[in-house]
């Protein structure tokens, strides 16, 4: 992991123990947010679309193994999904602004039960323009319901109810790789999405992302 993201991580989830660094938690897990925000608009810039949907790394074991343009997906989905559904018990920014439309996406899913092939033609039917502009209001919503909480929040579990609502918006796919999901992200109490869907699963993810990009340079370098 990332040295400087780690060592942010670490202070926030320190933060996040005692009632009086909480809010100083919430702003360090919006810092590295922004850092982490960097390097996901800089692909952008720099990146064309081939590259997006490129998987250098197709039968590897691990993040790398996906697309950049399926990791932005993945990401996001899962976080729309778990602070809207399960944090707040609200309405998804994707169903509420008709991104399935707009990014042109075959799926609703968190796209766990996709592999290899699957993933790159996944990635090819997204509109990234509309992709990023999904990706700024997930964000943004995020960002206004982190600093909303307090610390007697985040130790309420996930209820009954919105796992419920969860598993009524098919959001998770019933195949092995992403059925899984629904148990783990219910087991947990805010802190714990946050510690990881929030926070954790974007260092990951993205890591993984720069891994790609390097190896494309190399392959583009290479001619």
């Known amino acids: ?77 899962i976080e729309d999904i778990t602070a809207h559904t399960l944090i707040a018990g609200e309405g998804q920014v994707f169903f509420g602004q008709d991104f399935q439309k707009r990014i042109n996406s075959p799926i609703i899913t968190t796209g766990n039960e996709l592999v290899k092939d699957e993933i790159v033609r996944f990635s090819e039917t997204l509109d990234i323009d509309e992709l990023y502009a999904y990706i700024s209001e997930v964000d943004e919503s995020t960002s206004k319901l982190l600093s909303s909480l307090s610390f007697d929040d985040i130790k309420i579990k996930v209820s009954d109810e919105r796992r419920t ?55 583009r370098l290479k001619g």
């Open 165 to 219: 609502a969860l598993e009524g918006l098919n959001v998770v796919s019933n195949s092995e790789n992403a059925r899984w999901l629904i148990d783990y992200w219910c087991g947990k109490d805010i802190c714990g999405l946050i510690k990881m869907p929030l926070s954790r699963h974007w260092i990951m993810h993205i890591e993984a992302c720069l891994r790609i990009e390097d190896r494309l340079r190399k392959l």
């Open 1 to 77: 992991m990332n040295k400087e993201w780690s060592e942010i991580n670490k202070t926030m989830q320190a933060q996040f123990k005692k009632r009086m660094t909480f809010s100083r938690g919430i702003e360090t897990l919006l810092l590295l947010r922004n850092e982490l925000k960097k390097e996901i608009f800089r692909f952008k810039d720099e990146l064309s679309r081939e590259e997006f949907c490129a998987a250098p790394f197709i039968n590897a074991d691990g993040y790398h193994s996906k697309t950049i343009a399926y990791s932005m997906w993945h990401i996001f989905r």
